[in-house]
């Protein structure tokens, strides 16, 4: 060999690199999840909070389990990504927050292993998984999945009585469920009622800004998910295009739906307050692995999740749709992406090469 | 308890499809013509694959009777492009391929006897009788016709030294 | 720069990176003029295009700026000799390259005298004729300071030709750690001027745009002060933003004109040439002095004394680095030896290599400033596609390389690639992208090399086919006559038998 050749191979350039990585991108989006999941635990007490830890430990767990069966030997580094707990964190928040443990940890199987490791990790899924353990979560298991409980529920449960509950599975006791504002809304128009007297009785919606009321754990802290999202913006995590489509796509229809017949649709801004929206817009439609690469295709992709979210909401079998929502443009992305590619410099769009401008020498 | 079944199978199904749909889409095109693969030879008709030449071999490869490694002045190279346009896995680690290779004369033991010129497929060895003889760099294919043949052991093939404007920066490892 | 570039950064033409650019307190040093070493190394091969050929024998004596090698075909460069001295062998050297591997020089042993040969300069640049400035530039083998290398004449004259409207100087210096056309600017920013007008003369272009990032505002005051007396030479500020330096990227910045992706600037009537050519080009034909020595950034976190060196051409880093007062610790914490910057130079095993002309830099980076790190799998966060100047998807790109899908990668417009970093700079999950696509590219190469070769040898082989046809057709035909002449032989001799009565 020549004996000025390198002893290891090659480092090619760039030498110098911009510090970021997976664990610090996904740590940010952790802090941003923070308050909305502090609040949540305010609003709905211990049994909220021992879902949302075996939910994280779940996810945690079975990406362990199933890095170790296919024979990774990285595992410690690829857990400390971080990837998995976030998964764990997210689904926990689209829970009912007084759901059993077993909820959790089928959640966190589902989200782990069928919708992440099948696919080959990190990186490779298509659906996000969180939603896909929502969606099939909710499909396999209606009743505890819809069971909400009353904010502030009184009595509290205290720790001891908590883990019984989340252990033992109980229902929730008749006295402490309520419903969402969206599954009220639906329940109420199957019933024929007008929406105009449904919404008359029920707290007006903009009570909802502060929270107080029933939903998934991450339901009702909107705010916070907003504000969690600014900061997402602001570092730099994520971009605006996929939210703002998101909340835009939803918007609009309502808005125009509303204005035609507030009768029988709900307004704007009770959509983008409740449900999965800002979570769906800042969190999932952000995700980076099942969302499109480009500016216009993550313009279409939020849209398309908005829209989809509130024909869901206001036609669809569900009172909540942004988790099919989100799944159904998930299968679009590849296409998305195959369709929508940057104009390369000097290119047009179809990649042939731009016609020489007019006067210069050689045309 | 049917409900989660239902759903799950539906799921599988669902993701079956999108594999399935994933595969049409990225799969290398593949138009396994004969001659397509027979401009990928290297053209010599050594007969070092077991086929009377490079077109016997091409038509043995499409019919799927040999193995794109079977041509060995091809080496790793050929046998990636050859799998590449028939979509086929292959695999190169069995080929202990240590880049091209050419043949040179030991000019010391060289008596001059002709032999390696007489049986070179593309006239590569060049040298007049009872003269030291010569390999062109530029026209052997290492197809190695002629090593066997040196009554003196002067040829043999060597790899091709690497040089600056051929270097090719390494594929990365891992991940 | 405007509501319209706002308006398209905010969707997404926010191509580049503003890496930490780590320029001073280098760049503010005032520059050190390196002594001659006892031996130099010059590279037949400093340039873009055909090596130089050596025209000089080993044990002759050489004067400075004498020719050691000339150009050799269209797109080549000469080397001169940049001391005096004796020519001591010519002899393999270690490249500037990341291979490794070696390349013939000339190794020129100083006399010390440094003593210069004959030099024809010029006191009117402006009255020689464009194509005989070409010839002078080319003589004295003037390549593109930036690091490309390309032959600056083949640009000029080519320009001139083509009927170029636009001369571009390039004064961006986007790289990080690198000053050494900062530091130009601000000494010598007169002579730079002087440089650019002859180049003008010499490109035949109307209007002369220079361009400075918006960091260096030493050197932009610098140049507009120099240049204020001319109205054809406007300096521009750019936003410092790395890669701006880039050729297209630079053109569209200042003049607005994208160029095509398979022509050259010249095409759209614009050249762009470096600070630094313009002062090589002006020493060229007012001093008739031949490209001997260039000046180069020596930076990083384990150099003692950081600065602007001026060397001559063929010292070995080594040899600079010891100037610049050696490494901390004698080298212990060194992570990587780079040649150029951090994002496009290039990492050389060892110091032992030669300065050419193309070198901006000499780097010897501490482990907390070099990109290190295992590979995670891409999380297609999309980063790499925001930050590519090029528009390109790098993410796509490396997976197919990744799978050995070379055609798939390049349908995605690998070609377009300019390799300058940015996608690698900023992927969160340090996937070397530009590994990939470099591999790609040489591999490619490759296999249109070995596709030749195999063209080549189907003639080859079908030329010798067709060579014992004929041989043994005229074997064929020689046994047929000999044959017909035996039959006739007998016949004769037959018809003389039976013609004789008993
Ligand atoms: S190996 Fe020998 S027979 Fe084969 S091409 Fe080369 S010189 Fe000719
Ligand atoms: S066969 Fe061997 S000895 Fe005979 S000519 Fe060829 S190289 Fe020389
Ligand atoms: S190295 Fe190539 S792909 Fe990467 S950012 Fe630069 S031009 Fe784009
Ligand atoms: S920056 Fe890296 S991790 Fe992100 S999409 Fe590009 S290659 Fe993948």
Redesign the interface.
Known sequence: MNPNAFAAAPVASPHAHGGGSVARTMRHVQLALLPATLHGFWLYGWPSFLLWLLTILACVGWEALALRLAGGRRVGAVLHDGSALLTGWLLAMTLPPWAPWWVAVVGGFIAIVVGKQVFGGLGQNVFNPAMVARVALLVSFPLPLTQWVAPLAQPAPGFVDALQRFLGGAPVPDAMTSATLLGHARTELSRGVDLMQVLAGAPPSSLSWLGERAGSFGEAGALLLLAGGGYLLAVGVIRWHAPFAVLAGLAVPAAIAHAVDPARYLDAGSHLLSGAAMLGAFFIATDYVTSPSTVPGRLLFGAGVGLLTWIIRSWGGYPEGMAFAVLLMNALTPTIDRCVRPRILGRDRRGRPLDLPPGSPRQ | MI??VL??TL?GA??GV?LGC?DR?LR?EGNPLVDEIG???????CGQCGFPGCAGAAAAIVAGSAAPTCCPPGGK?LA??VA?RLGLAVDLSALADDGPQIAGVAEELCIGCCRCSKV?????IVGAAKQIHNVLR??C?GCANCVDLCPTEALLLQPVP???P?????????? | MGILTTFKDWFGNDWGVHPDDRKRPAADAAVRVMPVPERLWLPLQQHLGAPARPVVLVGQRVKKGQLLAEAQGAVSAPVHAPTSGTVAAIAEITAPHPSGLTLPAIVVDADGADEWGERVGCADPFALAPDEIGRRVAAAGVVGLGGAAFPSSVKLAGAARAGVATLIVNGSECEPYLSCDDRLMRDAAAAIVDGIRIMRHASGAARVLVGIEDNKPEALAAMAAAAASCAEIRVCRVPARYPMGSEKQLIQALSGIEVPADSRPADVGVIVHNVGTALAVRAAIRDGQPLISRLLTVNGGCVVAPGNIEVRLGTLAADVLAFAGGLHGDGLGLARRLLGGPMMGMQIPHWRVPVVKGTSGILALAADEAAAGDADPCIRCASCVRACPVGLLPLEMSARIRNDALDAAAALGLADCIACGCCAYVCPSRIPLVQYFQHAKGELAARERARLRTDATRKLAAQRQERLAREASEKAAAAARRKAERAAQQSAAEKLVQGEPA
């Open positions: 409900a989660a759903s799950l799921l669902l993701l999108v994933a889409f290398v401009a990928l030879m290297p053209g010599s008709n190279a990636a492009a590449g070179c497929p593309t006239d590569a530029e026209a294919t690497p040089t600056l051929h270097w090719v920066m390494p594929k990365p490892l891992g991940a």
